[in-house]
Nanobody
Framework: QVSLVESGGGLVQPGGSLRLSCVAS????????MAWHRQAPGKQRERVAV???????NIAGSVKGRFTISRHNGENTAWLQMDNLQPEDTAVYYC???????????????WGQGTQVTVSS
């Protein structure tokens, strides 16, 4: 009953920027971790960034210094700011959210449908 809506993907030139958003809706009591993963054709899915409810973050080495993750708890929203994009960043980007649906701790673990990011000149 928890769903994610992702937006912000598209085509951008090398060196350009995109900002992805992820909005969670449904039966949500509290969100815990919110994360972004990506998967390129023929490659394994990899986690690029994660942010906890208190704002602590972990950024993958391949994108560190270029990508920033943020969130707004009151809006159940997370963003991924991607700067200085390179062709190797081309992938489908997925939002991943964990949390609880009730005060007594019913947990959920939900993935978004993915949004395409293409970096090409």
């Amino acid at each position: 009953q928890v769903s994610l809506v992702e937006s912000g993907g598209g085509l951008v030139q090398p060196g350009g920027s995109l900002r992805l958003s992820c909005v969670a809706s449904g039966t949500i009591f509290r969100l815990s971790d919110m994360a972004w993963h990506r998967q390129a054709p023929g490659k394994q899915r990899e986690r690029v960034a994660v942010i906890s409810r208190d704002g602590s973050t972990n950024i993958a080495g391949s994108v560190k210094g270029r990508f920033t993750i943020s969130r707004h708890n009151g809006e159940n929203t997370a963003w991924l700011q991607m700067d200085n994009l390179q062709p190797e960043d081309t992938a489908v980007y997925y939002c991943h959210v964990k949390g609880t649906s009730t005060w007594w701790g019913e947990a959920f673990d939900t993935w978004g449908q993915g949004t395409q990011v293409t970096v090409s000149s």
